[in-house]
C-alpha cells in the first residue's frame, strides 16, 4: 500500500542502534529515567497516519515562550513514551486540554507544590485500546493507561523544558508524575453517567479527555455502612484533613468510588450530582483549626473564616474506579487552590473551526 | 549500519524572543517591576528598589503586580512596559 510522504521537521539523529540511542536520549534529559522507545521516523509517521494529522498541525500554544505545540513532536513523545498509534488521539486531546487557558499549564508544572497531569479518559475510546478502570486503577493498570500518562510526562519534559530543577521547582512531586492517568469504570457495577458526558453533555459514542492539576491519590476504606451519607463523610474528612495539613484554598477535588460503594449510592437512587452536593455542603474548616495542625501562627485573627474546599459542587469530579472488591476509595485533591481548572476535551473534535 | 532517530525536543523559538539591547545607563531610567504577586517577593523588590535608587540613580521604580502568579503578565502591564527603559520580573514564594 503507498503511504503519503510526509515531510516531518525533526532533526535526524544517526545513531549505531537502539541500545546507543537509549544512551543517548537518557544523556540529554530526554527522558524520564525509564527507558524509551527510539522514536523512528516511521513510528512517528504511522501515530501521525492514525489522526490522520499533517506533521505541523498546531495542536496549542504554551502560554509562557508561546512555543507551537505540534502534532509531530507529541507523536515522537508518545511512540517514546510507548504508545501505539491508536494511543495517539487519546495523547492530543490531552495535550489539547493542558493548553487550554483555563488550566494554566505552567503554574502547576512549575510550582514547588509538585502536582501531575491526572488525565481521565471516558466514552467508548476506552475499550478500544483496552484501557481498563478497575483493578489497580491507579497503578500500573494496562499497557495503554500507562503510556499515555507517560507521554504527557515526556510532552513535558521535552517540549515545555519541565525538568527537575529546570522549570519543575517540585520539593517532592509525586509518583503520578511518571504516569497519572485513568480511564473510568463506566460499565462495572452501579454504573453513574460518565465524567465527559457530565461535563461537556453529548452522546454516548463521545469520548473525551479531562486533565487535572492533582496532588497524589489519598486512600480511605469504610466497609462498615451502606449508608451513603456515612460513607461519604469519610471522603469529606480526607479532603478536610487535605485542607488543614496541605493547602486550605478551595480548587478542583476529584474521588475516586469502586464499584463495592457505588452499589450503596446505587440502591439508594444516588447520583453523581448527589454525592457532589452532598460533599460540597461539608467539605469546610475554619480557619482556627490550623492551630490543631501547627499551624496556629497564621491563624491571626481570623478564627471564625470558613473555608470551603469546592466552590461550586461541579468542582469535585466523581469518578467510577477501582477494582470490584474492597470498601475503598481515593480523594485527589487540587495541586494549590483554584488557578489550573480541569478541562474536559472531546476526542476527535476540531477546536478551529 | 546506523539507526535514525528524530529529536524530541522543542527545535524553533518564536523569532519574537530576542534579548533587547543592554542599557549603558540607568541613571535617570524608569524602571518597572513585575512581581508575581506572592507575599515573599515584597521585601526582595523593596531592597531593590532601594539600590536602583540609591546606587544607579533611577528616576522612577513603577511597581505592577500579576493578578495570577501562575500565568504570564496580565496584557495591561505588558502594554504599560512599552514606558519603562528596563523592567524586572521577580518571583517571590
Known sequence: MATETRL??????SLDDPADAQEYFHSRGWTDGLPVVPPTTAAVEAALDWVGMPPDQLIGIEPVRQRAITAEKVAVNAVMAGCLPMHLPVVITAVTGMLHPDFEVH???????????????NGPIRRELGMDGTFNVLGQSDRATSCIG???????INLFDVRPGGIDRSTFGHPGKF????????????????????RLGGDADMSSVTVMAAMG???IMNEWTTDPGEILDTFVAEIKANMLHYSIWHGYYAICVPSQLREHFHRAGWSKADVRSYVYERAFVHRRQWADVGKGSVVAD???WEYRALRDPDHLLVLSAGGPAGGFGIVIPPWLGHKSKAVTTPVGACVDC | MTFEVLDPTHETEAAALTRAPRLASLQGATVGFISNGKQGVREF???????????????????TVKTNYSAPADPEIIDRAREWNALVAAVGD
Open chain 2, 45 to 63: 523588590l523593596d531592597a531593590l528598589e532601594r539600590e536602583l535608587r540609591d546606587r544607579h540613580g533611577v528616576a522612577e521604580v513603577v511597581r
Open chain 1, 107 to 121: 503554574g502547576p508544572t512549575a510550582s514547588t507544590g509538585g502536582s501531575a497531569i491526572l488525565c481521565i479518559v
Open chain 1, 302 to 304: 481570623r478564627g471564625d
Open chain 1, 8 to 13: 516531518l521537521g525533526s532533526r535526524r539523529i
Open chain 1, 217 to 219: 491519590p489519598r486512600q
Open chain 1, 179 to 198: 504516569s497519572y492517568c485513568l480511564a473510568e469504570d463506566e460499565e462495572g457495577g452501579a454504573p453513574w453517567l460518565p465524567l465527559g458526558l457530565e
Open chain 1, 150 to 156: 507517560r507521554a504527557l510526562r515526556l510532552i513535558l
